[in-house]
């Protein structure tokens, strides 16, 4: 049984809690008045409203472009064969891209392809007709129509045997905010749709300038209450699966487009949806872990323009038979397309394995936008803004010396990034960032602040004297 405490020693007690709680306040309003404070709220505020400027997306791409090009994902350029076949932009611009393309043009390039028998071909030109309400959509839409190409897609890969390279059309289709997306022709087409060795996927825009992600082509709900799902097209897939993991599937597995589809029928019917991609798991039931179902990949073009993968430029090219030999195109992942722009065909960021604090706020609109991350509300960023400056008041009150306030940044920026991934959905280490940042701007405008006044007083203490 404890013994209670003398009535003397509990009032000393409360009488010297009461006297370092003062000093404490006291120290805190002398080194960070309240007109600090509040200062410190308006600012943290004012950089949660300018994440969406412009001048914020500009940064967050070139951040996610120094840190694909620091850290190539998975070992890219050392285990994936890759080749590219580029149609210059002088040529492509020729061809009237996208509208008015030659209708035999982007057939013989792809036939020329396949004959040197690569591992994979990933056709990257834009093929889609989401919306047929501007010329340029109508005029796409036509030339899809046309008979050279259908016909090369209905037949491609029948009879060649089984090592004919599977066939990834990127940009067949684009997500709209429309309630009903329109599916190019090539989808109409029952025989291409139904072909196992061609599959479809589409980019996602959010806006201008910001990350594409891929998507394979899914029966959708909202595509069959407009009636404009034909009964051809492909069969229902999970809806959140990027092409680059089919990708992935043909370089590890060997796995061709209608094995694959079958992989995820008998996934959805409840039998085993686990796979590995480059090392790393893949749930496809799109119930497991969110981070590991996300995977980095950047597409093999450089920004500095520095291709580090063999090249082959085409001019021109009516039939391949005016091409050069192209023999090193065997057994590669060959991607064809026209020169990219920089920061919007490269990257899928991934949320839990973008690398460090910064790069994770650098996609934090990348993220957010493409419905990824569920944001906190207002009342509780500025509840976590209180409980980070009164963690940060107390370190500064415990921690005098000069080594112990940097080794406190030090810890504060690793408490940042383990709080990201606990709290990754709700996107909380934008937050925290912002906040620390915040609190470092502060500090130094009111040592600034304090400085300019002691410099005042001696000025009037020397007129004094």
Known sequence: MSTPMPPNRKSHLKALGHRLRKEFIAEQQQSLPWWALLAGLVLFMGLGLLRSTPYIRALENEGIDRVMQWSRPYGLEKQNPVALVEINQETYTRWGEPTRLPHDRLAAVLVGVARYHPRAIVFDFDLAAARLDTPRAQGLYTYLGTERLQQVLREYGWGQGQDYPPLVLMRTFRHTTLTCVRYSRLLDDPQIAANPHVAFAAPTFVSEGVVRFWQFSTQRSDLKSCGQVSAGVLPSLPSELPSVQLLLLWLEQ?????????????????????????????????????????????????????????????????????????????????????????????????????????????????????????????????????????IYALLRHWLKLAWTRKLMGYTLLVVAVYVGTLFSQQALWVDVVLMLFTLQIVERVVGWVASRQKALEAKKQEAVA
């Open 254 to 390: 060997g796995l061709p487009a209608a094995a694959l589809y079958e992989k995820l029928k008998s996934c959805q019917q409840g039998a085993d949806c686990s796979l590995r991609l480059a090392g790393h798991p893949l749930d496809l039931s799109g119930k497991g872990d969110q981070g590991q179902q996300r995977v980095i990949y950047s597409l093999p073009w450089d920004s500095g323009g520095a291709v580090r993968y063999p090249a082959y430029a085409l001019e021109n090219p009516q039939s391949y038979t005016a091409w050069p030999p192209l023999e090193a195109l065997q057994n590669q992942v060959v991607f064809v397309g026209s020169t990219f722009q920089p920061s919007a065909d490269w990257y899928r960021t991934a949320l839990g394995n973008m690398p460090g604090v910064w790069v994770l706020v650098n996609a934090y609109y990348s993220l957010r936008d493409s419905g990824q991350l569920r944001p906190l509300g207002w009342g509780w960023r500025l509840l976590l803004g209180g409980v980070l400056l009164g």
